[in-house]
């Protein structure tokens, strides 16, 4: 149980273009979903937590408008790198949890490489 | 400022011998604390938890000791196996509080277990 899915696995594209990621809770309703963003050979670090019918609350120095989330629903969050630059590659990983006092599951995360 | 700490980027173990990964925390306010397990090109995956009402929570290979005087809490793999190979995240929140449910998480630690 608790599977969580995201897609796409990578993404190569030119810079200028936007990119959606989508993150689904494939067996358990998720009140509430994570991004987060890794750079190589640091720690996972939270970009924002989305909660199901609200608007996401983004972590000081993430520019919301830059990084759209929308949680439609209680199985699927996205995210969409708007007007992605080389500076935005990076590796962005999803996770979804049922209830606060539960842990995080992760998606695979989603490569993002802007030429 | 990294709350969550685990100053050992890796550690070569041999198989069947204990594997111990350690993470140190400093914010007092953290009362859950897991482990995740994490593959190359993979999300990572929930391992096992502790929450600060206990100081030992076991599951088959592996066990969790949390020293909450210390600020320490600590992964234990026993035996240890090839496939126990992988980056191991420790990860802190509070329960209460500004920033309920919200996942620090420190660098990881490279495990290798050897023939």
């Known amino acids: 149980g608790a599977v969580v899915s995201q897609h796409p696995s990578r993404v190569i594209c030119k810079s200028g273009t936007s990119v959606k990621i989508e993150c689904r809770s494939l067996?358990?309703?998720?009140?509430?979903m994570f991004w987060y963003r890794q750079f190589p050979k640091q720690s996972l670090m939270l970009m924002a937590t989305?909660?199901?019918?609200?608007?996401?609350?983004?972590e000081q120095g993430v520019e919301k408008d830059k990084f759209l989330i929308n949680h439609a629903s209680l199985t699927l969050s996205t995210l969409t790198v708007t007007s992605a630059h080389p500076e935005d590659s990076s590796f962005y990983i999803c996770?979804?949890?049922?209830?606060?006092?539960?842990?995080?599951?992760f998606g695979d995360g989603t490569r993002l490489s802007i030429l | 400022d990294q709350q969550v700490k685990q100053n050992s980027p890796s550690l070569s173990v041999q198989e069947g011998r204990i594997s111990i990964l350690n993470c140190d925390y400093t914010?007092?306010?953290?009362?859950?604390f897991l482990w995740y397990k994490k593959y190359p090109a993979e999300g990572p995956t929930f391992l096992i938890s502790?929450?600060?009402?206990?100081d030992k929570n076991e599951d088959g290979r592996f066990t969790v000791f949390l020293n909450k005087s210390a600020k320490h809490l600590s992964l234990h793999i026993v035996p240890s196996q090839p496939g126990d190979s992988a980056v191991y995240f420790c990860?802190?929140?509070?329960?209460?509080?500004?920033?309920?449910?919200?996942?620090?998480f420190g660098r990881g630690t490279q495990l290798t277990v050897w023939p």
């Open positions: 989305s909660n199901e019918g609200s608007k996401a609350t983004y």
């Open positions: 996770s979804a949890r049922s209830k606060n006092n539960q842990p995080q599951h």
């Open positions: 067996d358990f309703q998720a009140t509430t």
């Open positions: 990860a802190a929140s509070a329960q209460r509080g500004s920033t309920l449910g919200r996942l620090y």
């Open positions: 914010n007092s306010m953290f009362d859950y």
């Open positions: 502790i929450s600060s009402i206990k």
